[in-house]
């Protein structure tokens, strides 16, 4: 069993009417998820800034390529142009 229904069982057994069991559980379970988010909160900046990282590289990347294309088109045209040329 989830662990909303373990603690909503005990409350009932413990003479814990419907609506306030609700209430503790939907209470702890709020308290639970933010303790989560708070925790996570520092590995989540982390991974942000891990993206971040990914796509600077990837836009160095794509300029190296788009660098070494045009590197590679202005030697073959300047090669060409001086096998044209007369002796």
Known sequence: ??????????????????????????????????????????LIAELKSMQKGLNRTKWYFWTAIVIAGVVVAVTNALNRAAASAPL
């Open 1 to 42: 069993m989830g662990m909303q229904v373990e603690s909503f069982e005990a409350l009932r057994s413990v003479k814990i009417g419907n609506d306030e069991a609700t209430k503790v559980v939907a209470e702890l379970e709020g308290h639970t998820a933010m303790k989560i988010s708070e925790a996570n909160a520092p």
